[in-house]
């Protein structure tokens, strides 16, 4: 059972906009920046959004989030099959002096 | 580049000990903070410990008392000692570089390494 809570799958089909919930507590996001990981499949995990919307350079102005009370959203707009991979978010907990992730959301474009 | 090269997983038996290794290039170690993350077989991401530049360490609860992470800024490496090893610790290792040099709420986890695996089974 992850800390924050995520859709366990998501789909869409090429050109359309997604978005992947992330649902924490006040302990977590509700206090501290929310961050984003893209898994590829069978590759480690790639930094994709830090401090709830900033994107690393070299990530695509598609990929956008945001942030709300105790809970994270990240948007993929203009859908391409490149995108489909596992999505993870990532915050600090306070209460648990550690960093601690969603339970990943796997993207399938149609 | 900045590259993070894991080592050191292999097949252990449940209560055995490892010690995983890995090898940053292409930036200064010293200056930044460094975290372990793992990921058991169909699973997702699970953060397993962080160390400051300095000696500052920080753990899941899944692993304290018996993962202790290090680094030896000398030779730009970082270190997960794993003793009293379990079944549910089988997982591909992952080692991140953070942001900054501190462990800190504000931080991220901005390049990975390719992982090394850990099988713990009799």
């Known amino acids: 059972q992850s800390v924050l809570t995520q859709p366990p799958s998501a789909s869409g089909t090429p050109g359309q906009r997604v978005t992947i919930s992330c649902f924490g507590s006040s302990s977590n996001i509700g206090s501290n920046t929310v961050n984003w990981y893209q898994q590829l499949p069978g590759t480690a995990p790639k930094l994709l959004i830090y401090?709830?919307?900033q994107r690393p350079s070299g990530v695509p102005d598609r990929f956008s989030g945001s942030k709300s009370g105790t809970s994270a959203s990240l948007a993929i707009s203009g859908l391409q099959s490149e995108d489909e991979a596992d999505y993870y978010c990532?915050?600090?907990?306070?209460?648990?002096?550690?960093?601690?992730f969603g339970g990943g959301t796997k993207l399938t474009v149609l | 580049e900045v590259q993070l090269l894991e080592s050191g997983g292999g097949l252990i038996q449940p209560g055995g000990s490892l010690r995983l290794s890995c090898a940053a290039s292409g930036f200064t170690f010293s200056n930044y903070a460094m975290s372990w993350v793992r990921q058991a077989p169909g699973k997702g991401l699970e953060w397993v410990s962080a160390?400051?530049?300095?000696?500052?360490?920080y753990y899941a609860d899944s692993v304290k008392g018996r993962f202790t992470i290090s680094r030896d800024n000398s030779k730009n490496t970082l270190f997960l000692q794993m003793n009293s090893l379990r079944a549910e610790d089988t997982a591909l290792y992952y080692c991140a570089k953070e942001r900054r040099v501190v462990v800190a709420a504000t931080n991220y986890m901005d390049v990975w390494g390719k992982g090394t695996t850990v099988t713990v089974s009799s």
């Open positions: 990532a915050a600090w907990d306070d209460s648990l002096n550690g960093r601690v």
């Open positions: 401090s709830h919307n």
């Open positions: 160390i400051s530049g300095g000696d500052s360490t």
